[in-house]
């Protein structure tokens, strides 16, 4: 159990479809993120929250909507996504900004096929 | 442009004697550098951390150092145990936020 919760673990979609993810956190932390794992690349920052505020945006393609409501909770709306953008989707927070330092954690991620 | 490598895919290592993993970066503006831990399904779990301005970092049985002249780092575990198998993740902060991971390194401890 990390603290970080993503549901669902597995989502399978259609191009046209439109679907959210989902991350909770009750750890107190106020930085939450978005990370995109492909096959043998590396994981890729998307989005920073802080305080509920987007302090980053990682050239994201419009795609991909996030938003959070509450610094517990993080969503990640998908819409019209293409298959390349099939991944594993981790949603991580932090104490604070720079939470790193300390070791941000990681939700066990939703596994995402686009068809 | 990848900014932190991790060249060897996968690493076996028998129990007990030393596993060390490899990382190397390009941008000499890093802050601070991470290893994470990940079993399968789940996320990656923080392990150590180093800032640029040391040179080792030790934690019970993991090391970490750093080579900034060589732009290079590096990850000891010894003894290895079976459970220390797991995919290892370098990883470089640049800033407050922006996370930078390598590829990963496939570990495994063999009895």
């Known amino acids: 159990e990390t603290g970080v919760t993503q549901t669902p673990r597995h989502l399978v979609m259609g191009m046209t479809n439109k679907k959210s993810l989902k991350c909770e956190q009750h750890l107190g932390h106020n930085a939450m993120y978005w990370y995109k794992q492909s096959a043998k690349k590396p994981l890729e920052l998307m989005f920073v929250?802080?305080?509920?505020?987007?302090?980053e945006n990682n050239s994201v393609p419009s795609r991909f909507s996030p938003e959070c409501p509450n610094s517990s909770h993080l969503f990640l709306h998908l819409h019209t996504l293409q298959p390349e953008d099939s991944a594993l989707y981790l949603c991580?927070?932090?104490?604070?900004?720079?939470?790193?330092?300390?070791?941000?954690?990681f939700g066990q991620g939703t596994r995402l096929t686009v068809v | 442009d990848q900014q932190v490598k991790q060249n060897s895919p996968s690493l076996s290592v028998q129990e007990g004697r030393i596993s060390i993993l490899n990382c190397d970066y390009t941008n000499s503006m890093f802050d601070y550098f991470l290893w994470y831990k990940k079993y399968p399904a789940e996320g990656p779990t923080f392990l150590i951390s180093?800032?640029?301005?040391?040179d080792k970092n030790e934690d019970g049985r993991f090391t970490v150092f750093l080579n900034k002249s060589a732009k290079h780092l590096s990850l000891h575990i010894v003894p290895s145990q079976p459970g220390d198998s797991a995919v290892y993740f370098c990883?470089?902060?640049?800033?407050?936020?922006?996370?930078?991971f390598g590829q990963g390194t496939r570990l495994t401890i063999n009895p």
């Open positions: 180093i800032s640029s301005i040391k």
């Open positions: 991580a927070s932090s104490q604070e900004l720079g939470g790193p330092l300390k070791g941000a954690f």
């Open positions: 929250y802080n305080f509920k505020e987007q302090t």
């Open positions: 990883a470089a902060l640049k800033g407050a936020q922006k996370l930078v």
